[in-house]
């Protein structure tokens, strides 16, 4: 049975010193499961304190974005190559970054490479807007953003990504989808990993859902058995809160191994 991730996104929250606080903080909160991985996703800048402070038996370490060139002339940008060692997951085409900062899908499958040739997880964010919603275009975008991201993944790959599905407009709205909404989308997007690689990999594949989710709401996608997670933003920056998704994440990933 496929853990359950539990991904933190802090975006551009906490600085060094403030992030290392508030690890200190979690790690009180925060239980170690076999079950739930939990990944904490801090600014580039505080990565390599925290990857030495941090418990690694609890918590795993990610990096919001990379550069997908190993070295060279790119100023300002950290390439994958750098992360290797530091953290164990990066998060790819987020749209924040797709829309703010212009990254395209040739961008995101680019890096999907150089994390995947890093040794390390993409956790590869994909989703429509408002708009395309509304014109009836979902799974036509998601299509299109996991044709791309995936196009140089091979089947011996595969099984090292993660994908998470979060709704341009569900990020930082307090307006998320709906369990039901979340769950299509992303049984749309396994079966497009069936039909791309088979049914064993659509079935070890991990997907989870983004976008306001919270500790009041994290329930209703947790106990759907085909949401393997959550990527957190904002609530993620409240201890409480962040700790009680995690015991949620726990408490549902026993009722369906159950089931
Ligand atoms: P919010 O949880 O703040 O909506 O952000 C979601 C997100 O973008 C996680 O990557």
């Avoid at 079950?35 to 990610?62: E, W, Y």
């Avoid at 408002?130 to 996991?146: I, M, P, S």
């Avoid at 990933?253 to 089931?259: E, I, M, P, Q």
Wanted: glycine letters at 8%; proline letters at 2%.
């Amino acid at each position: 049975m496929r853990k359950t991730i539990i991904a933190a996104n802090w975006k551009m929250h906490l600085n060094t010193h403030q992030a290392s606080l508030f690890l200190h903080k979690l790690d009180q909160k925060v239980a170690a499961h076999r079950d739930v991985i939990t990944v904490l996703c801090p600014n580039m800048l505080a990565l390599q304190s925290l990857s030495l402070q941090i418990n690694h038996r609890k918590f795993k370490l990610g990096a919001q974005n990379c550069f997908w060139r190993d070295e060279g002339p790119f100023t300002g940008e950290v390439s994958a190559t750098m992360l290797h060692g530091v953290v164990q997951y990066v998060i790819v085409g987020h749209s924040e970054r797709r829309h703010g900062f212009g990254e395209t899908d040739a961008d995101v499958r680019q890096k999907v490479q150089a994390v995947i040739r890093n040794r390390m997880v993409p956790i590869i964010c994909v989703g429509e807007t408002a708009g395309e919603r509304a014109n009836g275009e979902t799974k036509d975008v998601l299509h299109g953003q996991v044709t791309a991201a995936l196009a140089n993944v091979t089947s011996d790959e595969i099984d090292q990504i993660v994908i998470a599905y979060e709704p341009v407009w569900a990020i930082g709205s307090g307006q998320s989808a709906s369990p039901n909404d979340a769950l299509d989308a992303i049984s749309f997007i396994r079966g497009q990993i069936k039909a791309l690689y088979g049914a064993a990999a659509a079935e070890a594949i991990h997907i989870l859902y983004g976008g306001s989710v919270d500790n009041h709401n994290a329930t209703g996608y947790l106990g759907s058995k085909g949401i393997d997670g959550l990527l957190v933003g904002g609530a993620s920056l409240k201890a409480n809160v962040f700790s009680s998704i995690v015991e949620q994440a726990h408490a549902k990933h026993d009722k369906k191994s159950v089931k």
